[in-house]
């Protein structure tokens, strides 16, 4: 029913989202219901009209035009392109589709596509691999949320390095279960560091499965940090986020996770509304494990952004769908991309990678590693790595400021 007092814009994105979602029998398409009402009633219904004239919007009309259920599996066997991850997301945000974890999804997709056409012999080796080890570990940190978009790409670097050994190989008329110390050896110092690096898994994978014997990829040793603040520019710039309100809210928050806390921005965007509670005692968030005080300025900072998010979504998620992120991305039920909030605090003198490390000194300076980790979400054995060099810090001071006694 056409309602006079809606603008005429608003009537216009209406009728053509009820057009483009109908069948054949002109009524729209009962599962995609939710998404037309989400769809009528969006802030922007000039950013609707400008979705749905998009490619997009023609993909939907195929998928309403067809007579089979929509489903995640039904959007897996298309291009996984532009156009079929936002009809997706938008299925998703609609409660058209369920919410999965897509970074996960896409490992998947992605190892059957680059598996296809390995040759038989080639593919006895990798599918395990990838199967057993990558996507069975994957899976495994799915399920517990922790499973991000760096992780895929690292999987998918193992995998991928796994196939051009493989390749390498078959070049040099070599046997995998023939392959000798030196022979690897040379296969590493032609390789790129990056592959170097990946390699490691596959070869350990073969070991461990007597596919290899006894072979050996030297560990690359970590370059120690190196790039830090000092403690007066490190709190100048922690006072401008917590004190500076021409800085957009959620650089303000954002930039103070990582003074404070050392969390990484990868970490920051995933952080929930849920992730932050206030009892009498005061305010509190959860990175991991520990509920952590939070200062008063930090937490008045974080209560405005939960109740006046800066979220750049056409479409707000239904109730219930899902968790609800503290830095919303396009899609309310997807977080915003750490890699632009980096580049917003880097444009604004804010600096990730100096500003982690001199936390990450200060955090383990105060704290044990065991309980940095409970903490923050630190892996034990990181914590230990910075505590050991915390320590070097410390001693190379004190041996330098005897020296000039």
Same mark, same amino acid.
């Given at each position: 029913?056409? @309602?006079?007092?809606?603008?005429? @814009?608003?009537?216009?994105?209406?009728?053509?989202?009820?057009?483009?979602?109908?069948?054949?029998?002109?009524?729209?398409?009962?599962?995609?219901?939710?998404? +037309?009402?989400?769809?009528?009633s969006a802030v922007s219904p000039r950013s609707v009209l400008n979705w749905l004239s998009r490619s997009g919007?023609?993909?939907?009309?195929?998928?309403?035009?067809?007579?089979?259920?929509?489903?995640?599996?039904?959007?897996?066997?298309?291009?996984?392109?532009?156009?079929?991850?936002? &009809?997706?997301?938008?299925?998703? #945000? #609609?409660?058209?589709?369920?919410?999965?974890?897509?970074?996960?999804?896409?490992?998947?997709?992605?190892? =059957?596509?680059?598996?296809?056409?390995?040759?038989?012999?080639?593919?006895?080796?990798?599918?395990?691999? +990838?199967?057993? *080890?990558? &996507?069975?570990?994957?899976?495994?940190?799915?399920?517990?949320?922790?499973?991000?978009?760096?992780?895929?790409?690292?999987?998918?670097?193992?995998? =991928?390095?796994?196939?051009?050994?493989?390749?390498?190989?078959d070049a040099n008329d070599l046997v995998l279960v023939d392959l000798t110390q030196p022979q690897l050896e040379?296969?590493?110092?032609?390789?790129?560091?990056?592959?170097?690096? +990946?390699?490691?898994?596959?070869?350990?994978?073969?070991?461990?499965?007597?596919?290899? $014997?006894?072979?050996?990829?030297?560990?690359?040793?970590?370059?120690?940090?190196?790039?830090?603040?000092?403690d007066d520019e490190h709190q100048d710039q922690l006072l401008r986020c917590l004190t500076d309100q021409d800085?957009?809210?959620? @650089?303000?928050?954002?930039?103070?996770? &990582?003074?404070?806390?050392?969390?990484?921005?990868?970490?920051?965007?995933?952080?929930? #509304?849920?992730?932050?509670?206030?009892?009498?005692?005061?305010?509190?968030?959860?990175?991991?494990? @520990?509920?952590?005080?939070?200062?008063?300025?930090?937490?008045?900072?974080?209560?405005? %952004?939960?109740?006046?998010?800066?979220?750049?979504?056409?479409?707000?998620?239904?109730?219930? *769908?899902?968790?609800?992120?503290?830095?919303?991305?396009?899609?309310? $039920?997807?977080?915003?991309?750490? $890699?632009?909030? #980096?580049?917003?605090?880097?444009?604004?003198?804010?600096?990730?990678? +100096?500003?982690?490390?001199?936390?990450?000194?200060?955090?383990?300076?105060?704290?044990?590693?065991?309980?940095? *980790?409970?903490?923050?979400?630190?892996?034990?054995?990181?914590?230990?790595?910075?505590?050991?060099?915390? %320590?070097?810090?410390?001693?190379?001071?004190?041996?330098?400021?005897?020296?000039?006694?």
């Amino acid at each position: 029913m056409i @309602v006079s007092s809606l603008p005429r @814009v608003r009537r216009f994105a209406r009728d053509r989202a009820h057009d483009l979602l109908s069948g054949e029998d002109l009524q729209l398409v009962p599962q995609l219901v939710p998404l +037309a009402e989400a769809l009528i009633s969006a802030v922007s219904p000039r950013s609707v009209l400008n979705w749905l004239s998009r490619s997009g919007g023609q993909l939907l009309v195929s998928l309403a035009a067809g007579r089979a259920e929509i489903t995640h599996d039904l959007l897996d066997d298309l291009p996984q392109d532009h156009d079929t991850r936002a &009809v997706r997301n938008i299925l998703v #945000t #609609t409660q058209v589709l369920p919410i999965r974890n897509e970074f996960f999804a896409r490992l998947e997709i992605w190892i =059957r596509q680059v598996l296809a056409p390995l040759p038989a012999h080639q593919l006895r080796i990798i599918r395990p691999f +990838a199967e057993w *080890s990558i &996507v069975r570990d994957a899976r495994r940190r799915s399920l517990r949320g922790r499973y991000l978009e760096s992780a895929a790409g690292v999987d998918r670097a193992k995998i =991928r390095t796994a196939i051009e050994f493989m390749a390498w190989l078959d070049a040099n008329d070599l046997v995998l279960v023939d392959l000798t110390q030196p022979q690897l050896e040379l296969w590493l110092v032609t390789a790129p560091q990056a592959r170097r690096k +990946a390699i490691g898994a596959f070869i350990r994978w073969t070991n461990a499965r007597r596919l290899t $014997h006894r072979l050996e990829v030297p560990v690359q040793p970590r370059a120690q940090p190196s790039v830090f603040h000092d403690d007066d520019e490190h709190q100048d710039q922690l006072l401008r986020c917590l004190t500076d309100q021409d800085l957009p809210l959620d @650089v303000r928050i954002a930039g103070a996770f &990582v003074r404070l806390y050392a969390l990484p921005v990868t970490r920051t965007v995933h952080l929930t #509304t849920g992730c932050f509670q206030r009892d009498q005692d005061g305010a509190y968030i959860t990175f991991d494990k @520990v509920p952590v005080l939070l200062p008063p300025t930090l937490a008045r900072l974080i209560e405005e %952004q939960i109740a006046r998010p800066l979220t750049r979504s056409v479409l707000q998620p239904a109730p219930g *769908s899902g968790p609800v992120f503290l830095f919303p991305g396009p899609l309310g $039920h997807q977080p915003r991309r750490p $890699h632009g909030l #980096t580049m917003q605090l880097l444009e604004r003198g804010l600096p990730t990678l +100096a500003a982690h490390n001199t936390a990450m000194i200060a955090i383990v300076a105060d704290l044990p590693p065991i309980v940095a *980790s409970d903490l923050f979400g630190i892996h034990v054995s990181t914590a230990i790595e910075w505590a050991a060099l915390a %320590q070097d810090s410390w001693a190379d001071y004190l041996a330098a400021r005897k020296a000039t006694e």
